[in-house]
């Protein structure tokens, strides 16, 4: 089972970006979906970005299409913010998909290896 660890998190004010990178520790990320998720507080957690190393296709929240980007290599999947809003506050946790040839039609539940969390904080 993967293993990954996000880094990146900051405090921002509104309509600047951050960078954020998952890693996974312990296997390379070969034909793997990986996700980017947020949950704000007091709401439900929400998946912002995936992209797969199967087929590299990705996928966006219609929240932050135009705003945010994502890239994948070897081990790492980095989540490019830019033009960043209060509104995207939250703890980001990036998941995998523990099965080599996932793609990003995977559902929530399939995302069964999450990381610890980064906090982004976007305030005046």
């Known amino acids: 089972q993967l293993q990954l660890v996000e880094s990146g998190g900051d405090l921002v004010q509104p309509g600047g970006s951050l960078r954020l990178s998952c890693t996974a520790t312990?296997?390379?990320?070969?034909?793997?979906?990986i996700g980017w998720f947020r949950q704000a507080p007091g709401k439900e957690r929400e998946e912002v970005s995936c992209i797969s190393s199967t087929d590299y296709q990705t996928k966006f929240a219609d929240s932050v299409k135009g705003r945010f980007s994502i890239s994948i290599d070897a081990a790492t999947v980095h989540l490019q913010m830019n033009n960043l809003k209060p509104e995207d506050t939250g703890i980001y946790y990036c998941?995998?998909?523990?099965?080599?040839?996932?793609?990003?039609?995977?559902?929530?539940?399939?995302?069964?290896?999450w990381g610890q969390g980064t906090q982004v904080t976007v305030s005046s």
């Open positions: 998941a995998a998909v523990n099965y080599v040839g996932s793609t990003c039609a995977a559902g929530f539940d399939e995302f069964t290896s």
């Open positions: 312990n296997f390379p990320l070969v034909r793997h979906a």
